[in-house]
T-cell receptor, first 115, second 115 residues
């Protein structure tokens, strides 16, 4: 079983809604990530948090707003999304974001559908 | 720039056959890390193995084995005596900047094991 927990597993939202995806890990990891995965494509990096600070934003539209309240939690706030934002959103964590030897562990993902 | 190529889009074999998934990578860094992940239909990316650029030893774990060859920039994955539960999409990934840069994924190979 994964030690990275994501909620909700499935989310359907309208284009005017505001919703959030949540991620939690209790492995003592200090780096957390959001990836987006479209059908039949590999995951694409969106954001990296290192020691609770945003270190990478891969030019993600502002309708996606990440938040890291503490070292165990990572949120992705969603507002005014488009149907093309429908995808699997994967949260991940690793010991730290500054060492190549770290393994990145993924959660089960949140399936998002924008209608 | 880094690149991972998984030329096999889909492989279908009958249960108990051996199958090899190919992965070829490109990087200018001398220190880098290679990974294999399994993604079943549920969506979770399951970590299988990490190999660093200094360690060319092959590895075996049960029915799984990995062949890392720097001379050909390849990191191939073999499943011996395949089982239906092995059916999934398998991703090869590369990082040289640690989690700080995220993972560069190949496009994935969809493995179908028929009973």
């Amino acid at each position: 079983d994964t030690e990275v927990t994501q909620t909700p597993k499935h989310l359907v939202m309208g284009m005017t809604n505001k919703k959030s995806l949540k991620c939690e890990q209790h492995m003592g990891h200090r780096a957390m990530y959001w990836y987006k995965q479209k059908a039949k494509k590999p995951p694409e990096l969106m954001f990296v948090y290192s020691y609770e600070k945003l270190s990478i934003n891969e030019s993600v539209p502002s309708r996606f707003s990440p938040e890291c309240p503490n070292s165990s939690l990572l949120n992705l706030h969603l507002h005014a999304l488009q149907p093309e934002d429908s995808a699997l959103y994967l949260c991940a964590s690793s010991r730290a974001a500054d060492r190549s030897s770290n393994t990145i562990y993924f959660g089960e993902g949140s399936w998002l559908t924008v209608v | 720039a880094q690149k991972v190529t998984q030329a096999q889009t889909e492989i279908s074999v009958v249960e108990k056959e051996d199958v090899t998934l190919d992965c070829v990578y490109e990087t200018r860094d001398t220190t880098y890390y290679l990974f294999w992940y399994k993604q079943p239909p549920s969506g979770e990316l399951v970590f299988l193995i990490r190999r660093n650029s200094f360690d060319e030893q092959n590895e075996i774990s049960g029915r799984y084995s990995w062949n890392f060859q720097k001379s050909t920039s390849s990191f191939n994955f073999t499943i011996t005596a395949s089982q239906v539960v092995d059916s999934a999409v398998y991703f090869c990934a590369l990082t040289s900047g640690g989690g700080a840069d995220g993972l560069t994924f190949g496009k994935g190979t969809h493995l179908i094991i028929q009973p």
